[in-house]
């Protein structure tokens, strides 16, 4: 099976050699890596061009035209996959880090799996004062589902793995939700009959944002989206989500100062508190505003009653380690 790793850019200087150093050294018989440049105005494209020859394939390509509106992250995808050449995709992006053997594994499991996900470690590329309090974090034991409508599974798309012969069945990311889309995609290929597979060999190190004004944007603009993609498929429910999460915001404000006291005194899980309070905040603070935004047509009706919460599926045993997992 021939593999194309698609890999987005847009201003990823900073983060981007570690990706590429990493990419570098993994191992599989026929694959390709294609670099898809969308718009960035740093020294990401000179950076990618100084490890062509790390690679048995390099691709470059450009997803943005100067003058026009720069489109987001599945844009890229998108444009990625039109350049690429393989049997199946596999994506990651320019500010984390891929394990050693998460290009075989990933490989490994498209060989059995039309549509499978990674899964992500959130400590090595972090600071330990984000680190995860209670488990291991998102996406590092099993897949994400909607505890409600329409209670379907979901993956990171940075983690991401799938047969052309789905995308070509399924059709492209959808690039009016550039930040959900990854959620959208797993709903939709999971409507067309497709199974989504956490697999737990291949190994992502996901790198958290820091700064207390990023991680607000980050979970403004996810929760926006999110009100969209619920509105896509017909959700009950999401006319009343301004008046929940504006109650939710005014509840919030004693909490949220409470952390910001911890942190200033610097008490133990003070800083975390607050990162993840800020996070919540912006989430809630984008969920209200999409409230004001035109709805987004109901595209994919589906009644709630028709996907009841199933078990989560259990790893494919083939693909389990033969002791205990690799450790992050």
């Not at 470690?121 to 994400?144: A, I, T």
């Not at 969209?228 to 989500?241: C, I, K, S």
Request: with cysteine; aromatic share 10%; hydrophobic share 40%.
């Amino acid at each position: 099976m021939r593999l194309s790793v698609v890999l987005p850019c847009f201003n990823g200087a900073p983060t981007l050699a570690v990706q590429l150093e990493a990419l570098a050294r993994q191992q599989w018989d026929d694959w390709e890596l294609v670099f898809v440049n969308n718009g960035s105005t740093d020294d990401s494209v000179p950076i990618a061009e100084g490890f062509r020859s790390r690679f048995p394939e390099l691709k470059i390509v450009q997803a943005h035209t100067p003058g026009t509106p720069r489109l987001g992250v599945p844009h890229s995808y998108n444009t990625g996959i039109a350049a690429a050449t393989g049997d199946a995709f596999v994506f990651c992006e320019a500010d984390d880090e891929v394990a050693p053997d998460w290009l075989r594994e990933m490989g490994l499991a498209l060989a059995r799996h039309d549509f499978v996900a990674a899964r992500l470690d959130h400590r090595k590329l972090n600071p330990k004062w984000l680190h995860p309090r209670q488990g291991e974090g998102y996406q590092s034991e099993r897949l994400s589902r909607m505890h409600g409508y329409p209670y379907m599974s979901h993956a990171s798309g940075c983690s991401f793995g799938l047969r052309r012969t789905l995308y070509e069945a399924v059709g492209p990311f959808d690039v009016s939700l550039p930040c959900v889309h990854d959620t959208e995609y797993s709903w939709r290929a999971q409507m067309h009959g497709y199974s989504l597979h956490l697999i737990k060999p291949a190994l992502v190190h996901y790198r958290e944002k820091q700064e207390l004004s990023a991680r607000f944007r980050q979970g403004r603009n996810w929760g926006r989206d999110y009100i969209h993609l619920l509105q896509r498929y017909g959700a009950p429910g999401v006319d009343l989500a301004a008046l929940r999460r504006s109650l939710w915001l005014l509840r919030s404000l004693p909490p949220g100062l409470l952390a910001l006291l911890r942190a200033a005194f610097e008490l133990p899980g003070g800083r975390y508190a607050l990162a993840q309070w800020t996070w919540n905040f912006g989430w809630s603070w984008g969920e209200l505003l999409a409230a004001f935004d035109e709805p987004h047509p109901v595209q994919a009706p589906i009644l709630a009653t028709a996907f009841p919460p199933p078990e989560v599926p259990e790893l494919d045993p083939s693909l389990q380690p033969a002791a205990k997992e690799k450790p992050p």
